[in-house]
């Protein structure tokens, strides 16, 4: 069965970096393309980031071009987020998805961005 299991998330100042990544079990790693979502506290739950199969393709939500870098290994089935330039308006829970006819998440990593 689809596995996404998401670790690197914490307390950081503003300004600082996190790597965030997702551990991926179940699928064809390599064909799929993968994304991060993140929910802030009373939020709804928003797109981040994606990466398509091939890793050289990518997509970034407006509010984090430029800051944030969505990555793959397709050999360890591992997809990152590196985030840097950390605003309090970050802090959300981090999910890593996939879709595969359906929409599968992992279980979510808090990022909490505070001085």
């Known amino acids: 069965q689809v596995q996404l299991v998401e670790s690197g998330g914490g307390l950081v100042q503003p300004g600082g970096s996190l790597r965030l990544s997702c551990a991926a079990s179940?699928?064809?790693?390599?064909?799929?393309?993968m994304n991060w979502y993140r929910q802030g506290p009373g939020k709804e739950r928003e797109f981040v980031a994606r990466?398509?199969?091939?890793?050289?393709?990518?997509n970034y939500a407006d509010s984090v071009k430029g800051r944030f870098t969505i990555s793959r290994d397709n050999g360890k089935n591992l997809v990152y987020l590196q985030m840097t330039g950390l605003k309090p308006d970050d802090t959300a829970v981090y999910y890593c998805n996939v879709v595969i006819g359906n929409n599968y998440w992992g279980q979510g990593t808090q990022v909490t961005v505070s001085s």
């Open positions: 179940g699928f064809t790693f390599s064909s799929f393309a």
């Open positions: 990466i398509f199969p091939s890793g050289t393709v990518t």
